[in-house]
T-cell receptor
Framework: AQTVTQSQPEMSVQEAETVTLSCTYD???????LFWYKQPPSRQMILVIR??????QNATENRFSVNFQKAAKSFSLKISDSQLGDTAMYFC?????????????????FGQGTILTVHP | ETGVTQTPRHLVMGMTNKKSLKCEQH?????MYWYKQSAKKPLELMFV???????ENNSVPSRFSPECPNSSHLFLHLHTLQPEDSALYLC???????????????FGPGTRLTVL
């Protein structure tokens, strides 16, 4: 079974500064995917970034980037130039693909989440 | 409407009531999911439908009954719930890589359920 651990229940950062959220996972799988999702107080879960385990290059989406260390099973999220709208709960998630008879679907395992507050 | 929508957004029901949650995806995806999000617990996968067939049931009590009449709609029928079933119920959808997608899941806004 896969497990995902986010060791920081809460983090805070000043607007315009950089913050890093930690995530570690445990798996015996070799092919998998990793995600960061954010859930603002409005509660819509929004995809932030995706990383394929077979890719060595770290994923980047504008101000969001990851540090993927496969051997260490670590997947941290760096938010640069933090904005007030970044205030949210951030979830790290691990996904394996399962066969559904001609198609596939993803099985996501989520961490406990990190509440990030950006202060003006 | 775009993305994944869920109705109602809030629901209060008694333990003897029967109600249904509705999810609709406008993304052309072929898989849909129900998750339960309780306070202080990670999201729990409940059910998965792929091409309208249930492919995953994560030991969910029978008082929760899913239905997927077509690839765009997913329902969760509720009956004789318990107070501990109070939670945020999230729906998600994805498109598998065989059909040209990435298997990335996109979520709806959720239904906040309170069982009295």
């Amino acid at each position: 079974a896969q497990t995902v651990t986010q060791s920081q229940p809460e983090m805070s950062v000043q607007e315009a500064e950089t913050v890093t959220l930690s995530c570690t996972y445990d798996t015996s799988e070799n092919n998998y995917y990793l995600f960061w999702y954010k859930q603002p107080p409005s509660r819509q879960m929004i995809l932030v970034i995706r990383q394929e385990a077979y890719k060595q290059q770290n994923a980047t989406e504008n101000r969001f980037s990851v540090n993927f260390q496969k051997a260490a099973k670590s997947f941290s999220l760096k938010i640069s130039d933090s904005q007030l709208g970044d205030t949210a709960m951030y979830f790290c998630a691990f996904m394996t693909l399962l066969d559904a008879g001609g198609t596939s679907y993803g099985k996501l395992t989520f961490g406990q989440g990190t509440i990030l507050t950006v202060h003006p | 409407e775009t993305g994944v929508t869920q109705t109602p957004r809030h629901l209060v029901m008694g333990m003897t009531n029967k109600k249904s949650l509705k999810c609709e995806q406008h993304l052309g995806h072929n898989a849909m999911y129900w998750y339960k999000q309780s306070a202080k617990k990670p999201l729990e996968l409940m059910f998965v439908y792929s091409l309208e067939e249930r492919v995953e049931n994560n030991s969910v009590p029978s008082r929760f009954s899913p239905e997927c009449p077509n690839s765009s709609h997913l329902f969760l029928h509720l009956h004789t719930l318990q107070p501990e079933d109070s939670a945020l119920y999230l729906c998600a959808s994805s498109q598998d890589w065989i059909a040209g997608g990435t298997d990335t899941q996109y979520f709806g806004p959720g239904t906040r359920l309170t069982v009295l």
